[in-house]
Every structure is written in C-alpha cells, then in structure tokens.
C-alpha cells in the first residue's frame, strides 16, 4: 500500500497540472452531454480546468 502511494505520488509530479485538472475535464466531458444545458453547466468546471493549466 504504501509503494502504491509513493508510486502515485511519483506519477503525479512527473505529469504535472494533467493529472489534477482530470477530474475537472472527466466532469465537464458529461455534463456537456446533457443536449439543452450542458454547455451552461459545464462552465464552472472548465474554468476550474483552466485555473489549474
């Protein structure tokens, strides 16, 4: 368990602000899904994905 963190932890600083701002994509990705509002709703998370970048 703990080299799996460590191993994580590696991950993470070699592939920078991508790997944070993931969740913030993934999340927008399906909210834009949704026909009507998606786009409207998927706003706050692409600002959080730009703020990271």
Request: charged fraction near 10%; charge should be neutral; include cysteine.
């Amino acid at each position: 368990m703990k080299s799996l963190l460590l191993a994580m932890a590696f991950a993470v600083t070699l592939n920078g602000c991508g790997v944070v701002a993931a969740p913030c994509r993934v999340a927008s990705a399906g909210l834009k899904i949704v026909p009507v509002v998606g786009d409207i709703a998927a706003a706050p998370t692409d600002a959080c994905a730009a703020v990271i970048d």
